[in-house]
């Protein structure tokens, strides 16, 4: 690792279980799915790791374009300082992957299985959150009508750092709804329009590996089979292939109408609470996912939480 211009080079540490990355005295948060291909790239220093890999490891349900994992390493770039023409870190393959080329440790990492299998580390633990009892109990409330049947659409606003993230976490930690089925889904900011659904994947991804996700798998697969075609990661091979033959390449609209009809059966069984965090990178596709599940009349146990930064919608 060549040393930055005039000094020693900087120590830096990930630490998976806070995701947190250390840069000399600095403390930079960084998002799961970041953590999670950092984590892999440290775990083979001085090799290739194939995209493939990489876009399996932070995405393990989803099928997602090369461009994310492009736009996820840049972030991690500028976290780490590091310049992708003159790497002293991350290193770029040409149309093969990336390899990280200096050294970074790991703090309290769990430990990985193979690559192709590698998982996105858990969330940070709930440290200690002051001052924002009001709010949580506002959040409570609007769950507890949304868990009585009248569903509900709840925006967390603020700008970068002031604890949207910190807040969605204590409320699904209160426990009125622990043990409430959880999907939650990131948008990551992407050139030009961006996937179609992204977010929607990942969360309905996380429902399917969370609390009864093979009964979810099912609906899914009955009500919403252009959607289970495009999360590979919950399909053996055979099936996918054959479910992506049966559905072709489904249009947004139908995409739509069978969310919405999923998310209304999956309600009607259970309280849902569907996340998505970081709309303000959001594509249009799930922003008129959003407003389509607002806009339905009928009764269902489904709360919608989504967190966004003003001042980047302004912006865009
Ligand atoms: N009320 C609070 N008390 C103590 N620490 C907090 C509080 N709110 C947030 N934090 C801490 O501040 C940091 C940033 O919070 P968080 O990630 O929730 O911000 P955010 O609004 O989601 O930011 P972004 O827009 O970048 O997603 C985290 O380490 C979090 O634990
Ligand atoms: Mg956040």
């Known amino acids: 690792m060549k040393p930055p211009v005039g000094g020693r080079p900087e120590r830096v540490?990930?630490?998976?279980?806070?995701?947190?990355?250390?840069?000399?005295?600095?403390?930079?948060?960084?998002r799961p799915k970041d953590v999670a291909i950092l984590q892999l790239l440290i775990a083979h220093q001085g090799r290739l790791v194939t995209k493939e890999a990489l876009l399996a490891a932070a995405w393990p349900d989803?099928?997602?374009?090369?461009?994310?994992?492009k736009v996820a390493i840049n972030r991690l770039r500028t976290a780490l300082g590091d310049d992708a023409r003159t790497p002293r870190l991350i290193e770029t393959r040409h149309r093969r992957g990336y390899c990280l080329v200096g050294k970074i440790s790991?703090?309290?990492?769990?430990?990985?299985?193979?690559p192709e299998a590698a998982a996105v580390p858990r969330l940070p633990e709930a440290r200690a959150i002051v001052g924002r009892e009001a709010e949580l109990a506002q959040l409570e409330e609007?769950?507890?009508?949304?868990?009585g049947g009248s569903r509900q659409l709840v925006?967390?606003?603020?700008?970068?750092?002031?604890?949207?993230?910190?807040?969605?976490?204590?409320?699904?930690?209160?426990?009125?709804?622990?043990?409430?089925?959880?999907?939650?889904?990131?948008?990551?900011?992407?050139?030009?329009a961006g996937e179609a659904y992204l977010p929607i994947l990942d969360a309905l991804g996380h429902l399917c590996r969370g609390l009864g996700g093979a009964a979810i798998k099912r609906r899914l697969a009955r009500h919403a089979p252009s959607w289970l075609a495009q999360m590979p990661g919950?399909?053996?091979?055979?099936?996918?292939?054959?479910?992506?033959?049966?559905?072709?390449?489904?249009?947004?609209?139908?995409?739509?109408?069978?969310?919405v009809?999923?998310?209304?059966?999956?309600?009607?069984?259970?309280?849902?609470?569907?996340?998505?965090?970081?709309?303000?990178?959001?594509?249009?596709?799930?922003?008129?996912?959003?407003?389509?599940?607002?806009?339905?009349?009928?009764?269902?146990?489904?709360?919608?939480?989504?967190?966004?930064?003003?001042?980047?919608?302004?912006?865009?």
């Not at 790991?106 to 193979?114: H, Q, R, T």
Request: aromatic share 4%; glycine share 6%; with cysteine.
């Open 13 to 30: 540490s990930l630490n998976v279980t806070d995701a947190r990355l250390r840069r000399g005295a600095r403390d930079i948060p960084l």
């Open 62 to 69: 989803v099928f997602v374009s090369d461009a994310v994992l």
């Open 106 to 114: 790991l703090v309290d990492a769990p430990a990985l299985e193979a």
């Open 142 to 147: 609007w769950f507890a009508h949304a868990a």
């Open 155 to 192: 925006f967390v606003t603020g700008e970068a750092g002031l604890g949207k993230t910190a807040l969605v976490d204590l409320l699904l930690e209160s426990p009125n709804v622990r043990g409430v089925r959880v999907g939650r889904g990131q948008c990551v900011e992407q050139h030009g």
């Open 234 to 259: 919950l399909l053996r091979p055979d099936d996918a292939v054959n479910l992506r033959r049966r559905t072709g390449n489904a249009t947004r609209e139908r995409m739509l109408r069978e969310l």
């Open 261 to 316: 009809e999923t998310l209304d059966v999956l309600a009607r069984e259970h309280p849902l609470v569907l996340v998505v965090e970081d709309l303000h990178w959001s594509d249009p596709s799930t922003l008129d996912a959003l407003g389509a599940l607002a806009r339905r009349r009928d009764r269902a146990r489904l709360f919608v939480l989504a967190t966004y930064r003003p001042e980047e919608t302004a912006a865009a």
